[in-house]
């Protein structure tokens, strides 16, 4: 299949696209990032696809705090392929293959590169509903975030030796509030999962899962949809640990070991958190996962290690009874890996 590959990139104001033909990459122009400049950039590809006979179109992106979001959903209406490749991945690229300049045209004129050469996975987005509750969880997380830090202002402020009594009550009072609207989008979640009853269901079978709560259920759900929605739910066990960077990364060279092993954090790092402290809990439990992470620890692994496989054991359990859509039952999920 001939394929034209796209690459655009992303500011709040402009998009900068170029394609790959031929092995080459041509600039196409600089456009405004709104339907105005997607309804261009739609015509001036589609007229440089029928130039080329190309079968159809495939627009690398990368993700830039959200501003890529509203062309990589008019692309996808347009049934063009969409890929937002992890920055990461696009940095390391273009540094082993010996590129320095850095301009828009030319991060454009890479991105189409990169699509051409490294075949990224592609995005679809996410249905409506699990798309509202991933919005939701990400503002509970930012609030979290924000709780945590005036938590620690407060703390210290009452240790200092000299401190103005406005300065304290301001941070307690936007603690008071943050804590309120915590409450509300918490119940907001449950509302939200209650109204959808696949979702509730789905819910309902993620916390059968060792180590799976009420707090990292709700993630675990957008999780599974995500890598769900980028398999077209045929993602094996040992694809959704690599994706979300839990995979082991040794370290070696012939008989050198010159680097402990690790995993290779790729990915979704909240999620990566989330797992690692439902692993903990997990582990205190009377559960196959206790169970697991005993074992481990009798052949001589360190414990931390013993978690982190722990927390890639839940996760694939995870994926096992979301693709199965039923509850946990170690007869039948428990020696999965």
């Known amino acids: 299949m001939n394929k034209m590959i796209i690459g655009i990139d992303v500011s709040k104001n402009d998009l900068d696209v170029a394609f790959w033909q031929n092995d080459k990459s041509f600039f196409l122009g600089?456009?405004?990032?709104?339907?105005?400049?997607?309804?261009?950039?739609?015509?001036?590809?589609?007229?440089?696809?029928?130039?080329?006979?190309?079968?159809?179109?495939?627009?690398?992106?990368?993700?830039?705090?959200?501003?890529e979001q509203h062309f990589a959903y008019f692309a996808f209406s347009k049934r063009w392929e969409v890929s937002l490749p992890n920055p990461c991945h696009v940095r390391n690229w273009i540094k082993g293959i010996g590129k320095r300049a850095k301009t828009d045209k030319?991060?454009?004129?890479?991105?189409?590169?990169?699509?051409?050469?490294?075949?990224?996975?592609?995005?679809?987005?996410l249905p409506d509903e699990v798309a509202e509750l991933e919005s939701i969880l990400d503002?509970?997380?930012?609030?979290?975030?924000?709780?945590?830090?005036?938590?620690?202002?407060?703390?210290?402020?009452?240790?200092r030796q000299v401190c103005h009594e406005v300065s304290q009550k301001s941070i307690q009072d936007n603690i008071s509030y943050l804590q309120k609207q915590i409450e509300i989008l918490d119940e907001a979640v449950k509302n939200h999962i209650d109204t959808h009853e696949h979702l509730k269901e789905q819910v309902k079978n993620l916390k059968t899962v060792p180590g799976v709560?009420?707090?990292?259920?709700?993630?675990?759900?957008?999780?599974?949809?995500?890598?769900?929605?980028?398999?077209?739910?045929?993602?094996?066990?040992?694809?959704?640990?690599?994706?979300?960077?839990?995979?082991?990364?040794?370290?070696e060279s012939g008989k050198s070991i010159y680097k402990r092993p690790s995993i290779s954090r790729q990915g979704d790092r909240h999620i990566r958190h989330l797992l690692y402290m439902?692993?903990?809990?997990?582990?205190?439990?009377?559960?196959?996962?206790?169970?697991?992470?005993?074992?481990?620890?009798?052949?001589?692994?360190?414990?931390?290690?013993?978690?982190?496989?722990?927390?890639?054991?839940?996760?694939?359990?995870?994926?096992?009874?979301?693709?199965?859509?039923?509850?946990?039952?170690?007869?039948?999920?428990?020696?999965?890996?």
């Not at 261009?40 to 029928?50: G, L, N, P, S």
């Not at 590169?113 to 592609?122: D, E, M, N, S, Y």
Request: hydrophobic share 40%.
């Open 30 to 67: 600089k456009y405004p990032n709104n339907q105005n400049g997607f309804q261009t950039i739609y015509q001036d590809v589609e007229a440089k696809r029928q130039k080329y006979n190309a079968d159809t179109v495939l627009v690398v992106m990368e993700p830039t705090g959200g501003y």
């Open 278 to 337: 439902g692993a903990l809990g997990g582990i205190r439990g009377d559960n196959p996962l206790q169970a697991f992470y005993q074992r481990l620890i009798g052949r001589g692994k360190k414990a931390k290690v013993a978690i982190v496989a722990s927390a890639r054991k839940i996760i694939v359990w995870c994926w096992a009874v979301f693709r199965q859509g039923c509850s946990f039952d170690f007869s039948r999920f428990g020696y999965v890996s």
């Open 106 to 125: 030319q991060d454009a004129m890479l991105l189409a590169q990169f699509g051409a050469v490294q075949q990224p996975l592609l995005w679809k987005p």
């Open 213 to 251: 709560g009420n707090k990292i259920s709700p993630h675990l759900l957008v999780a599974m949809h995500r890598f769900s929605v980028l398999t077209e739910g045929n993602g094996t066990n040992k694809a959704i640990v690599a994706y979300y960077g839990l995979d082991p990364q040794p370290h």
């Open 139 to 159: 503002r509970l997380d930012d609030l979290n975030g924000m709780l945590r830090s005036e938590q620690n202002r407060l703390e210290s402020q009452q240790n």
